[in-house]
């Protein structure tokens, strides 16, 4: 029985990694500086997450998007006597319940995303502003942050109970995501007093600078999470008189970022959960006499600029779970 588990198993993981296609495009002979390339990703994953909080109409709401059907809206966020819990500051997934915070009460809730009925844990905490949630599913640790105290929380999932982990630095007056990274166990936060993201290892308390994202007062992070080892941020934007949303990718290797998906307007998303996310695919230089140009190497019919004439070879590039998949279209430039 075990056995044929296993096979199944195998069978099924190796039609996950292969369902996703890629096409680098046709080879060409082109006689200008720059092209348009003709690249396609098939069959990703879908972009499916889920926000709280709203503004206006869906204040107070928990709204969900997927990429296939589009947006949702659960709640309003109350408990079983009908009181809202209007300032959801993040959402994490533990097995198959899914544990809400919320900043105004100071309660740690299970959350139906059905209905938005939130089933708040039995301790009220004494920390005056928490925010952010992040889950350390190897060791089975739930962390938040306080603004106030600036004191990194380790949450009891059964009463609600926090204790104090250690203390950020005092510059880092206004932490608003906070996530774990099984990959390194560490705890990544953004603060927007300084407009950066810090990296700690929690074995020494002593977080170091990844990357600033000096985006000005009328955009922020609001909140992190890792998802197949990669990192997305809610991100918020203010064009007078609404928040919008995106999903925000940070590259922590390469210390950049991109956007993804679409932009939800009037909406302040305090709280990020990710239930699935689109593989990464971008665009490489495989040769060719000078280095190129690339619009975005994250889009397949991003646009090509050429320094000098000669033969280029790009590859259009999928990571999928455990497996890359490549395609290469060359280019003779002639101009």
Not at 40 to 51: A, C, D, G, I
């Amino acid at each position: 029985m075990v056995f044929v588990f296993l096979v199944l198993f195998g069978l099924f993981r190796n039609s996950f990694q292969h369902r996703i296609t890629v096409h680098a495009g046709q080879d060409q002979i082109i006689r200008d500086v720059s092209v348009r390339v003709q690249g396609s990703v098939l069959n990703q994953r879908p972009l499916n997450f889920w926000t709280g909080d709203g503004d206006h109409a869906t204040e107070d709401m928990l709204v969900k998007y997927d990429s296939r059907s589009g947006t949702s809206y659960a709640g309003p966020l109350r408990n079983r006597e009908g009181i809202h819990f209007g300032w959801p500051s993040d959402f994490a997934r533990i097995n198959k319940d899914v544990y809400g915070i919320d900043a105004h009460r100071r309660r740690l809730y299970k959350l139906n995303g059905d209905t938005g009925a939130c089933d708040p844990l039995e301790s009220r905490m004494r920390y005056q502003r928490v925010f952010g949630l992040a889950y350390d599913e190897r060791h089975h640790r739930l962390y938040a942050v306080d603004q106030v105290s600036r004191k990194l929380l380790l949450l009891d999932t059964l009463t609600g109970k926090a204790s104090e982990v250690l203390a950020l630095p005092v510059l880092h007056s206004d932490v608003r995501g906070i996530a774990y990274n099984v990959l390194d166990n560490n705890i990544y936060y953004s603060d927007e007093s300084t407009e950066s993201i810090y990296r700690c290892d929690l074995s020494n308390c002593n977080p170091q600078l990844l990357m600033t994202l000096p985006d000005g007062p009328r955009s922020r992070i609001e909140e992190l999470e890792f998802y197949d080892g990669r990192l997305f941020a809610s991100y918020l934007t203010f064009r007078e008189p609404i928040w919008s949303m995106q999903i925000m990718e940070i590259d922590t290797r390469l210390r950049t970022k991109h956007l993804i998906g679409p932009v939800m307007n009037d909406l302040s998303g305090h709280c990020l959960l990710i239930n699935s996310m689109p593989e990464r695919s971008f665009w490489r230089q495989i040769s060719g006499p000078a280095r190129i140009l690339f619009s975005d190497t994250a889009d397949p019919r991003a646009t090509v600029k050429f320094p000098k004439s000669g033969t280029y070879v790009l590859e259009l590039v999928a990571e999928g779970d455990q497996k890359t998949i490549t395609d290469s279209v060359t280019f003779k430039v002639q101009f």
